[in-house]
């Protein structure tokens, strides 16, 4: 079964950055339009990013600018590189297909923003 790890959380001060990895299994990350997503405190989870399979971004209008996605096919393994984190990107963070059907969700990176 395809699985996903994801790694790199952690807990930063307003304006730092944090880089996230997830790890796929079999070839998801070479064959599939990948994304990842967050769940706020109190709030379901939604897209944060995505990355074609020929490499074209997109970004929530939240992050644009702050963050950068970027995938490794060879390594199987996509990035999310966060700079100056806000107290507002607390969350959990996820990586997946863009669209269904998904594969089994992981247990994400917790990322915690605070003074």
């Known amino acids: 079964q395809v699985q996903v790890v994801e790694s790199g959380g952690g807990s930063v001060q307003p304006g730092g950055n944090l880089t996230l990895s997830c790890t796929a299994s079999?070839?998801?990350?070479?064959?599939?339009?990948m994304a990842w997503y967050r769940q706020q405190p109190g709030e379901e989870r939604h897209l944060v990013a995505t990355?074609?399979?020929?490499?074209?971004?997109f970004y929530r209008q939240a992050v644009k600018g702050r963050f950068t996605i970027s995938k490794d096919s060879t390594a199987s393994t996509l990035y999310l590189q966060m700079n100056d984190l806000k107290p507002a990107d607390t969350a959990v963070y996820y990586c997946?297909?863009?669209?269904?059907?998904?594969?089994?969700w992981g247990q994400g990176a917790q990322v915690t923003v605070s003074s």
């Open positions: 079999e070839d998801l990350i070479k064959t599939y339009a």
């Open positions: 997946n297909k863009v669209s269904a059907p998904f594969v089994p």
């Open positions: 990355i074609t399979i020929g490499n074209s971004p």
